[in-house]
């Protein structure tokens, strides 16, 4: 599932996806888009800062694989945290957050939408890749103990 002119499709991606979602499988995309979807997915997405500061983003992906819109929305329920909730810099989007922040400031953005577009590129990022990101820092585990408590709380 190697494509040579944009680097390999994770098979992990693939593998959690197909055989894992609780969505039931979803198909493997393949490389080339039919007529009916945009080449291109717009992703809009806010950072609050301790103030409660909002910055909004918008980067738009390309869509090598054909991946729809309801697709992606369906991996993102599963990877993010509470569906909505995710590193921006981790999966290959531009950080929000100001060069100085707060020392009680996250790093965790909130997808606002996921539309398909034909605008133009404005990241170096596929969404394959940005979901296998999302699959890379996604860990299982309860809500306590990604907080950084070491016992969760019941």
């Not at 577009?117 to 990241?123: F, K, L």
Request: proline residues 10%.
């Amino acid at each position: 599932m190697n494509n040579p002119e944009r680097g390999p499709l994770s098979d992990a991606l693939a593998t959690a996806f197909v055989d894992r979602s609780p969505f039931g499988s979803l198909p493997i995309p393949q490389p080339g888009l039919p007529a009916s979807i945009p080449p291109r997915v717009a992703i809009q997405y806010r950072y609050y800062d301790y103030l409660l500061g909002e910055r909004l983003g918008e980067a738009v992906l390309t869509n090598t694989y054909a991946i729809t819109v309801h697709q992606v929305k369906k991996l993102i329920a599963v990877l993010f945290y509470d569906g909505l909730y995710f590193d921006a810099g981790r999966c290959g989007l531009p950080c929000l957050a100001l060069a100085y922040p707060h020392e009680a400031d996250r790093d965790w953005h909130e997808l606002v939408r996921i539309t398909p577009t034909y605008e133009a590129g404005t990241v170096p990022l596929d969404i394959a890749d940005f979901l296998s990101n999302a699959l890379k820092q996604h860990r299982p585990q309860p809500f306590a103990s990604r907080l950084g408590t070491e016992q969760p709380v019941h």
